[in-house]
């Protein structure tokens, strides 16, 4: 077991400033701020947003094929459609721009267009440019496009084959990387083992589906002057200098602004960078600014998905239980590309591959794989569900195998309390945590002796019931250098070091008293209004309601850095963190002016109840807004030292975030949430449905800024997951065509599929964070997939099961071991009397319903009953077998 890493202990200030007064309004569940207008609709939409006159309209052409080679482009037909104002093709792209940067030493490129082939169904070959959407859809169908169709390679066992299809021939591989770490001494831990344990799991590809697409509404406007573009881009700002580069311009010649409001991200809209690209380049061919919005099935065929994950992974085990060593051999499958960030899926969760758990000794083998599929990117949880669908089926394996409860194996496994900050094998700084309280707290009240209970009951009854668990660590507020970790350390040493994760904050008081904040990030519905809110409102010791924070982000007048942006649950962390320390600025500065008026030190100023007072003569007080008002009108009065303006901009990073070190060990995250879930499951055998019982999730998220929000993270998340555990998967055939195009094909889960969980909040503040605060957003979208597999694997009494667990796989799995079924008998039809025949009757009943509802009726006598023409009367005479009285009409005898 490794020790407490004390080195790091408390170097970041205190998150409570000397003279901040009690919190009145964090750690309370305020209201949104944001709802009276989105609830009015009055939200500001990226399509709600109002456009230049004589802005255009963009359609995408897209390769219907996986994998072709591209020959001729006709554009003539289109381009002299009604209404088309250019049609942008690859040779406008090699003109104007460069391939995007990549993540690995490779000689692949990507560029906003396909050139030489196409390697997805959705590959964008071509752009019509049009007065209307609907003029340039219509002219998109014009264009004809020559291909020259090729195997497509739609698997990592395929594509890692020796004769396999080779996707990028420059590269001569479909694996781009192959790196292996080592951490302690696992050799020697799996040679001493008690037992050796192993697992091999595949995590599908999957999305998030957002309601509200992709908007780029883009403008070229000049060599000198560049690009304006605004869109829903959410981040990471790293990738502006990459769209820069792209586009051939330095940084300041790319104007990026974001919306206020974005109908949801959930990581995906990163990937609109590329478009971003495409549509500044639609408006210099086009001579106009350019607006693009993305429907739902380019959305789901071409935006992105999470990388499908094909995971070894072993354990050496002492006979108790105890881990000592983690064995992971993992296969990303990244799609057609490599689009940045990737292969940061690998990376991100690297630091914390051990997870939970103490557990001293590390091997690892990452290869990344390209295949015929989209390119993959941010999901929601960004690699935590690939790797904890491995390692948490893993625990449940290891529990029946040595006759384990699982919870003590939990508990013998778990980083201790008094162990925090813990350096876990591969250098994640895990900041704070009690797991065993987590524990505690599921077991209070008898919460989980009833659903051992229940679990008893149901299989003296027949029926299938499983409990299952999960326990996660979940990273906040990504270090900027972790990526670089896919570089071997000689590499990163020529490319010079990169770390940190700074996140930039302004606070300001206007003439009237009114304070003012401005934050580098994209809220996609998150509350990032009211809790900046809160946060100043504290400082001030104000109403909330007097707060305005503005969250339309703009590059070119905002303070920001290449960590900004909404992604990595960095905002409680990180941004909400860096309003407390702007707003304290702007406070202390305030303190100073009004000492002197106040007859006390500013270190004794104190900031409550609208007003700004002295403790030794608190009915002397000031108001706020007339005090915060004075600097403006009469700065000539300032005290000594006192610079003038009352606008303060505060930058933040998390010193623990070094870079990768030589033995690539790295701190991937500032602060390490933590969830520990419990699943109770009903599997109906005669049709393989999931029906969740009961769904309990534990979370530890440091200070919780507003519970109300909290919360609701934690159910949409837990909705997410749970689309990941039982519906959601992106397929395609052999020929690699795109078959999850639909929500008939693509199926998420609704209000109706979603239990209500029971959320336990646990609290242990990070150290490392100004307000002691850490991400959860991303928790259960990594906790809740392995959790229900494990509790459907229970249930079954199944060692394999694959997500996702629909009706029919889960039937393919329930007794396997069991006898075949019964066959249905013939029976003798009655003779037919002297000198007649027999008479049959037969027919059919169409049932207008989904299967699930048709076996809910074939299954219940009484509702079949009412179904069958005639009938009078029907009984159950064994499985699956009925009989029943029936009328029937009989014609002319």
Known sequence: MQERDRSMEMKVPSPVAEHAQQNAHVGRPMRRI?????????????????????TLHAAVVRSPHAHAVLGRIDTRQAASAPGVRAVLTGKDIADWSRPFVVGVKSPMEMWALAMDRVRYVGDPVAVVIAESRYLAEDAADLITVEYTPLPAVTSIDEAIREDATVLHEVVGSNVVSDRHFRYGDPETAFANAAHCIELTAHYPRNSCTPMEGSVVVAEYLSDEEGYDVSSNFMGPFSLHTVMALALRVSGTKLRHRTFRDSGG????????????????????????????????????????????????????????????????????????????????????????????????????????????????????????????????????????????DPVTLYRRNFIPADAFPYR???????????????????????KLERLYA??????????????GFAAIVEPSISNMGYISTVLPAEARAKAGPKNGAIAAATVSIDPLGGVNVVIASAPAGQGHRTVCAQVAADVFGIDPEGIAVNVEFDTQKDAWSVAAGNYSSRFAGAVAG???LAACKLRDKLARIAAPQLGCTPDEVVFAGGKISSPLAPDKGLPFLRMAASPHWAPGLLPEGVEPGLRETAFWTAEQLTAPDEQDRVNTSAAYGFAFDVCAVEVDRDTGRVRIDEYITTHDAGK???PALADGQIRGAFAQGLGAALMEEFRYGEDGSFQSGTFADYLVPTTCEVPEPTIIHLETPSPFTPLGAKGLGEGNNMSTPPCIANAVADAIGAAD???PLTPSKVMSLIGIDDRPPSKPKTVQAPAAGKGGKSLAARGEVFLNAPPVAVFAVLLDPAALAKVIPGCNGLERIGENRYRAAVTVGVGMI
Not at 343 to 361: D, S, V
Request: charged share 20%; proline share 3%.
């Open 801 to 803: 099961v694959t997500l």
């Open 34 to 54: 944001e709802d009276a207008s989105l609830l009015t609709g009055r939200g500001q939409y990226g399509d709600d947003v109002g456009v230049k006159p004589g």
């Open 454 to 467: 229940r679990r008893k009951q149901a299989r003296a009854e027949g029926r299938l019931y499983g409990i």
């Open 704 to 706: 919780i800024l507003n």
């Open 424 to 446: 876990a094998a591969a250098g994640a700084l895990i900041d704070s945590g009690n797991y065993q309280r987590a524990l505690e707290l599921v077991e209070e009240d008898g």
């Open 578 to 580: 860096t309003v407390h």
């Open 265 to 404: 991200s959930f990581g995906v809209k990163h990937a609109v960078f590329q478009y971003v690209v495409l549509m500044c380049l639609a408006s210099r061919k086009a001579g106009a600014p350019v607006k693009w919005v993305e429907d739902r099935l380019e959305h789901l065929v071409a935006l992105t998905s999470a990388t499908g994950r094909l995971s070894t992974i072993r354990a050496a085990v002492e006979a108790d239980g105890r881990i000592t060593a983690l064995s992971y051999d993992q296969f990303d499958d990244c799609g057609g590309y490599l689009r940045a960030p990737e292969p940061a899926t690998f990376y991100r969760m690297h630091g914390c591959l051990t997870g939970a758990y103490a557990i001293p000794n590390l091997l690892v083998r990452n290869r990344v794989v390209l295949t015929n599929k989209t390119p993959a990117g941010l999901v929601r949880g960004f690699g935590g569900p690939q790797v904890y669908f491995a390692l948490e089926r893993l625990m449940q394996r290891i529990a029946n195998t040595l006759g384990i």
